[in-house]
């Protein structure tokens, strides 16, 4: 994925969390805090290698402490790819 | 201010033991405590059981926490705990000196499938020895299983250290030959990790078959477990 859109990676970001399989798709919104939607260490290791796989860029898993929501997340992704064009 | 840990009445099945380096832990599902709500106040009330009725000291509470990071007493001095849940199981560990981490994950660690999340957990020669494991036609579910009693030694080892996920969890090595020689068949993977003078003592409550208490390897950075 190419994209810097905070709105298209807010997006890849619910699907991802639905993915992980913690909580339905309609139960939740981009303000909803990541823990409680299930993001355990674990979830949040897996979402920086998915982060990492999806746009080339490397992050910690300490950015979900940082970024605790999926609109905050995506904002702070957006920020990263930005940077690093 | 804490909350008052006396306010969850529900009663819950669990198990209690000791370590051989004297960690005092609880484990049991957690899911007749309620939602996540009900979860953080039963873990509190069973730290709080666990060190006065166990380690025989004062309970003074805990401390503000931050995110990420394992909770902390006010004290008393050299009391540490570490609370661990996974989707039914809360495990909970103090011990009355050195530093303790508890991990707990339950069946059928279903995460542990993805190669993102293999990727960022294994060190190069994790992968290498799990590549060989593999070449065994080794079963899916048995490798979930390993991969899931791997990390969580790694993240009990983060948690005693006091880092948690700010340290890169490759940087704990362990021997996965080990656990898959000596795992438990079914039921969570759990570890509690003791770090005491300099080493780590590594211990799976509830599996009689894996390897358990000291297992000799210093307990700092990029040593292996």
């Given amino acids: 994925m190419t994209t810097t859109d905070a709105a298209t990676i807010e997006a890849w970001l619910e699907g991802r969390v639905v993915a992980y399989g913690k909580v339905e798709a309609d139960s939740f919104t981009a303000d909803t805090p990541l823990a409680e939607l299930g993001l355990d260490s674990v979830y949040a290791l897996t979402l920086c290698g998915d982060i990492e796989d999806a746009f080339d860029l490397e992050v910690d898993p300490t950015i979900v402490w940082d970024h605790p929501t999926i609109r905050s997340l995506a904002h702070g992704i957006s920020e990263r790819l930005a940077a690093a064009a | 201010m804490n909350a008052p840990t006396t306010a969850v009445a529900v009663t819950v099945a669990s198990v209690e033991g000791v370590t051989a380096t004297g960690v005092r832990w609880r484990m049991g599902s957690w899911r007749a405590a309620g939602d996540v709500r009900g979860r953080h106040l039963l873990a509190r009330r069973w730290a709080r059981e666990l060190v006065t009725g166990r380690l025989g000291r004062d309970w003074e509470g805990f401390a503000p926490s931050e995110p990420g990071r394992k909770p902390r007493l006010l004290g008393p001095p050299g009391v540490d705990v570490s609370i661990s849940h996974g989707d039914d199981t809360l495990l909970v ?37 799990l590549a060989a494991l593999a070449g065994l036609d080794m079963p899916w579910a048995l490798r979930r299983r390993i991969l899931a009693s791997a990390w969580t030694v790694k993240e009990a080892t983060l948690k005693a250290r006091g880092v948690g996920l700010a340290e890169d969890p490759r940087s704990v090595e362990v021997d996965l030959a080990a656990l898959a020689a000596g795992g438990a068949a079914s039921g969570p993977a759990v570890a509690i990790v003791h770090l005491v003078d300099g080493r780590a003592a590594v211990e799976h409550p509830g599996n009689d078959g894996a390897p358990s208490a000291w297992e000799g390897a210093p307990g700092g950075r990029g040593d292996r477990i």
């Fill in chain 2, 93 to 129: 560990a103090v011990v009355g000196s050195g530093l303790v981490g508890a991990d707990v994950e339950d069946e059928p660690f279903a995460a542990f499938q993805a190669p993102s999340l293999v990727r960022r957990m294994c060190s190069p020669a994790e992968l290498a020895e």
